[in-house]
T-cell receptor, first 108, second 114 residues
Framework: DAKTTQPNSMESNEEEPVHLPCNHSTISGTDYIHWYRQLPSQGPEYVIHGLTSNVNNRMASLAIAEDRKSSTLILHRATLRDAAVYYCIGGSNYKLTFGKGTLLTVNP | DVKVTQSSRYLVKRTGEKVFLECVQDMDHENMFWYRQDPGLGLRLIYFSYDVKMKEKGDIPEGYSVSREKKERFSLILESASTNQTSMYLC?????????????FGPGTRLTVL
């Protein structure tokens, strides 16, 4: 599994976009980049994943650098319900290795 | 709606007790996982199972065992609980296939060993 590096914490205001960065310089060519988030007192939940191209879904967008050494999770309009720990994971098999993640605080 | 349930949200046990944590999924998934989560350490994989009666050690299997007798149920066993096993335990499941398949997590069991 690729080692990933994320900031420990970030802060945002409600209704504003949030860009959560992740470095994964050791990622192999076949490793997908996954993002999960963990809301308070809940188990992690899937957010988005990608390989090379940028990806969009109803929750977020994922922008992957051309060299694949970094990626950014984009929440287009943060809400209070988006306050959570966000995990960036690089994996190439059935096992996902979760790091410490980024604690996102959303201010009203 | 997909669902992973865990037998207890909170559990308190004494040192030396045998502890069973149960996980049930209703998605007919082959793969199931047990993680523990500790402050500052993130989630760490204890064991996983890719089919009934099949198991593989994760990153921190010491002090734990698992049982998978039925496809929908995956049990984590602490043979003799110790205080350093006080933690949040999370179960997950996914369908087999490429890594892109999503892992679905249960709500977690917060275990305290006194």
């Amino acid at each position: 599994d690729a080692k990933t590096t994320q900031p420990n914490s970030m802060e945002s205001n409600e209704e504003e976009p949030v860009h959560l960065p992740c470095n994964h310089s050791t990622i192999s060519g076949t490793d997908y980049i996954h993002w999960y988030r963990q809301l308070p007192s809940q188990g992690p939940e899937y957010v988005i994943h990608g390989l090379t191209s940028n990806v969009n879904n109803r929750m977020a967008s994922l922008a992957i650098a051309e060299d694949r050494k970094s990626s950014t999770l984009i929440l287009h309009r943060a809400t209070l319900r988006d306050a959570a720990v966000y995990y960036c994971i690089g994996g190439s098999n059935y096992k996902l290795t979760f790091g410490k993640g980024t604690l996102l605080t959303v201010n009203p | 709606d997909v669902k992973v349930t865990q037998s207890s949200r909170y559990l308190v046990k004494r040192t030396g007790e045998k502890v069973f944590l149960e996980c049930v999924q209703d998605m007919d998934h082959e793969n199931m996982f047990w993680y523990r989560q500790d402050p500052g350490l993130g989630l760490r994989l204890i064991y996983f199972s890719y089919d009934v009666k099949m198991k593989e050690k994760g990153d921190i299997p010491e002090g734990y065992s698992v049982s998978r007798e039925k496809k929908e149920r995956f049990s984590l066993i602490l043979e003799s609980a110790s205080t350093n096993q006080t933690s949040m335990y999370l179960c997950a499941s996914k369908s087999p296939g490429p890594i892109t398949d999503t892992q679905y997590f249960g709500p977690g069991t917060r275990l305290t060993v006194l």
